[in-house]
C-alpha cells in the first residue's frame, strides 16, 4: 500500500508564498492524491485533488491562492499570499483498492 | 452543498461499544463511498474504515477485528460501531464522502472519550 511522507512543519512570512510536499513511496509515484487544511480547534477542510500530470482540482470555495503541482513522486501544495487564517496543519491523503492513507500532516506557522 | 454531521455519546466506559451515526443532507447516501476517520488528542489523522452505498465494507486491518460501519438508506445515514473500546480509542471521530477515491466533504467532528 502506499506511504505519504511529508515535512512535520514550515514557516513562511504574512503575504510571501509557501510550496508544501507529499512524497509518494516508491512504486506509487502516478497516484492522484487530496490536500486537507485542519485550522487549529475545526475540523479538515477538502482543498484540491493533485494528479500525477500536475493537474488539480480545487473543491468549492477554495481561493485561488492554493494551488497544486506535481513532480515525479511529489505532489505539492503552493500558498500564495500568505494570510494570518492559513496558520494550519495541512494533511495528504490518497487511497488505494483496499485502504486509505494520510500522510503525517505540516504544521504551517505565519510569521 | 452536501453536509455531514455525527452524532452520538461524548463519553463510552472501557470495554463497551462505541456507537455514531453520520446524517447527510445536501445530497443523497445512494452514491459514492462514505468513511469514518479519527483524529486523537494532538495526532494525526487515521482512517477507520468505508462503505459503498451497496456492497461490503472495507476496514483499517487494525480495527478490523472490532468494527461495523453500515449505512442506512432510508434515513441517509451511514453509522459505525467500535467495540471493546479502551482510552486508544479517545479520539475525534469525522465522517466524511469519498468521490473517486479521496475525501471531498468532511463532518464537523465529535469527540468520544473512552473513561470510567
Known amino acids: 500500500q502506499p506511504v505519504l511522507t511529508q515535512s512535520s512543519s514550515a514557516s513562511a512570512s504574512l503575504g510571501s508564498s509557501v510550496k508544501l510536499t507529499c512524497t509518494l513511496s516508491?512504486?506509487?509515484?502516478?497516484?492522484?492524491i487530496a490536500w486537507h487544511q485542519q485550522q487549529p480547534g475545526k475540523a479538515p477542510r477538502y482543498l484540491m485533488k493533485?494528479?500525477?500530470?500536475?493537474?488539480?482540482n480545487r473543491g468549492s470555495g477554495v481561493p485561488d491562492r492554493f494551488s497544486g503541482s506535481s513532480s515525479g513522486a511529489d505532489r505539492y501544495l503552493t500558498i500564495s499570499n500568505l494570510q494570518s487564517e492559513d496558520e494550519a496543519d495541512y494533511y495528504c491523503?490518497?487511497?488505494?483498492?483496499?485502504?486509505?492513507?494520510f500522510g503525517g500532516g505540516t504544521s504551517l506557522t505565519v510569521l | 452543498q452536501v453536509q455531514l454531521q455525527e452524532s452520538g455519546p461524548g463519553l463510552v466506559k472501557p470495554s463497551e461499544t462505541l456507537s455514531l451515526t453520520c446524517t447527510v443532507s445536501?445530497?443523497?447516501?445512494?452514491?459514492?463511498?462514505w468513511s469514518w476517520i479519527r483524529q486523537p488528542p494532538g495526532k494525526g489523522l487515521e482512517w477507520v474504515g468505508y462503505?459503498?452505498?451497496?456492497?461490503?465494507?472495507t476496514y483499517n486491518p487494525s480495527l478490523k477485528s472490532r468494527v461495523i460501519i453500515s449505512v442506512d438508506t432510508s434515513k441517509n445515514q451511514f453509522s459505525l460501531r467500535l467495540s471493546s473500546v479502551t482510552a486508544a480509542d479517545t479520539a475525534v471521530y469525522y465522517c466524511?464522502?469519498?468521490?473517486?477515491?479521496?475525501?471531498?466533504?468532511w463532518g464537523q467532528g465529535t469527540l468520544v472519550t473512552v473513561s470510567s
Open positions: 493533485i494528479e500525477g500530470n500536475g493537474s488539480y
Open positions: 516508491s512504486g506509487h509515484s502516478s497516484y492522484i
Open positions: 466524511a464522502r469519498l468521490q473517486t477515491g479521496t475525501i471531498s466533504y
Open positions: 491523503e490518497t487511497w488505494d483498492s483496499d485502504t486509505q492513507v
Open positions: 445536501g445530497g443523497s447516501i445512494s452514491s459514492n463511498y
Open positions: 462503505v459503498p452505498y451497496s456492497g461490503s465494507t
